[in-house]
Nanobody, 122 residues
Framework: QVRLVESGGGLVQAGGSLRLSCAGFGRIFSSYAMGWFRQAPGKEREFLATISWSGGTTYYADSVKGRFTISRDNAKNTVYLQMNNLTPKDTAVYYC???????????????WGQGTQVTVSS
């Protein structure tokens, strides 16, 4: 069992940066690939990035490639999403999730956090 808790969301101006954190609780956290998703009001949940258990492999959605960076620290049971050059279109609830494979399809993500709100003002 893995429990995930996101933090780091908030209000930021366009062009600014935020770093989201996802803390994992459970002794097998480091064996899972981790992903970040977001969901804006009225829209489907969108894949953003994923990272392998070792941190050696990453994948990004085209919409965030070059602006967002996913990383992890298994010693701290934490995965991060560094978000730069934010725009109002990035406003959404951001979720982290855990999967046993990479890249994982949406149903393969077994565990989800509760989400953290990111709001980007113009």
């Amino acid at each position: 069992q893995v429990r995930l808790v996101e933090s780091g969301g908030g209000l930021v101006q366009a062009g600014g940066s935020l770093r989201l954190s996802c803390a994992g609780f459970g002794r097998i956290f480091s064996s899972y690939a981790m992903g970040w998703f977001r969901q804006a009001p009225g829209k489907e949940r969108e894949f953003l990035a994923t990272i392998s258990w070792s941190g050696g492999t990453t994948y990004y959605a085209d919409s965030v490639k070059g602006r967002f960076t996913i990383s992890r620290d298994n010693a701290k049971n934490t995965v991060y999403l560094q978000m730069n050059n934010l725009t109002p279109k990035d406003t959404a609830v951001y979720y982290c999730a855990a999967a046993q494979v990479i890249p994982a399809s949406y149903p393969e993500y077994e565990y989800w956090g509760q989400g953290t709100q990111v709001t980007v003002s113009s």
